[in-house]
């Protein structure tokens, strides 16, 4: 796919997006609580990795990672630059900078621990469901689950620090990279199918939309 990317084949970018839009529109959606906000952001991810195919290094996490890296990053990006323009037009009454970088890295945990779940192998998800959203003690999980008590209680032990590698996680990366020069998008690329808004557009990207993000890839993601 990278090597696909790399050569300027925009039907590698078209299956791209078709594996991961949903992903990319829903984490960006967690962190900005937008859907305009989220579409936004879709394309300006699916605009990068056209534009800097070669910033994925493989060695360093699998490509879901790596692309829900350049989501979190754009979508900490737009919500910091939206609060801070609210903030200025509250004038006096504005919320204080500790309280909005509070809510920056609230979204951004909030959307890091939904990456986490759904990455987790199932039998560690289907725990976690059973004994959080649906109130299971460990007993009843087991019983449910058709697994001994111990496998339960280590199922929900593996989820749990799993889930807890998402308060570990600073809102944004310090250190930003130099971008490479963007490429020609593609002139006609397929137009694949998403459920949660409008295709990206391959020729219509903003500025902020193709800087790079910062730490390389999928930093912070890789579970």
């Known amino acids: 796919m990278q090597q696909r990317l790399a050569h300027g084949e925009a039907a590698a970018l078209g299956e791209l997006y078709d594996r991961f839009a949903s992903l990319v529109h829903s984490l960006a959606y967690r962190v900005l609580d937008d859907e305009d906000a989220a579409d936004r ?32 990053h754009q979508a900490v990006q737009r919500l910091r630059q939206t609060e801070a323009a609210s903030a200025r037009d509250c004038g006096p009454d504005a919320p204080a ?3 909005i970088e509070e809510k920056i890295r609230e979204a951004s945990t909030a959307a890091r621990a939904d990456f986490i779940v759904t990455s987790m192998p199932a039998p560690l998800r289907a725990a976690l469901e059973l004994a959080y959203f649906q109130r299971r003690d460990y007993r009843q999980t087991a019983a449910d689950l058709g ?20 308060h570990n996680h600073q809102a944004l990366p310090p250190a930003h990279r130099t971008a490479p020069a963007p490429r020609s998008a593609p002139g006609a690329p397929r137009a694949p199918h998403t459920p949660r808004g409008p295709r990206p557009s391959h020729t219509q990207h903003t500025g902020q939309g193709t800087s790079a993000p910062p730490g390389g890839p999928g930093h912070g993601w890789s579970r």
């Open 41 to 72: 952001v879709t394309r300006e991810v699916f605009g990068y990795i056209w534009e800097h195919p070669d910033s994925y290094d493989p060695k360093q996490g699998p490509l879901r990672s790596w692309v829900a890296g350049i989501t979190r």
């Open 97 to 99: 900078p500790a309280e």
């Open 147 to 166: 697994v001994t008590e111990d496998e339960a209680r280590r199922r929900l032990r593996l989820g749990l620090q799993l889930l807890s590698t998402a």
